[in-house]
Nanobody
């Protein structure tokens, strides 16, 4: 069974940086994708995809240019480098991975059938 372990969150001041990690195990899909979602305070039931990966990375407008996705294939780990953080980035961040579903965008497929990490909290103070 696919398992994901999120880490790297913390508290920083505006303009600071953090690097999140997502260690995966049991990953064995022919066609698959991954993404980072975040749940902002008061919107815990509305996870927002900030970047998804299915071959190439696609960033939401709110993070493009500040966040960068990378992978260490040997360690089966996905990283999210977050720079120039602001209070609006305060949220619980979740790594999600899972199989692709035909004719379904990868973000939607992950919401339907993805596996979620336990989340890591990022708090940015002004």
């Amino acid at each position: 069974e696919l398992q994901l372990l999120d880490s790297g969150g913390g508290s920083v001041q505006s303009g600071g940086s953090l690097r999140l990690s997502c260690a995966t195990s049991g990953y064995n899909y022919k066609r698959s994708g991954m993404a980072w979602f975040r749940r902002a305070p008061g919107k815990e039931h509305d996870p927002f995809p900030i970047v998804d990966l299915q071959g190439t990375a696609n960033y939401s407008a709110s993070v493009e240019g500040r966040f960068t996705l990378s992978q260490d294939y040997a360690k089966n780990t996905l990283f999210l480098q977050m720079n120039n953080l602001g209070p609006e980035d305060t949220a619980a961040y979740y790594c999600v991975a899972g199989p692709c579903i035909d004719e379904m965008p990868i973000v939607q497929a992950l919401i339907v059938a993805g596996y979620w990490g336990q989340g890591t909290q990022v708090t940015v103070s002004s």
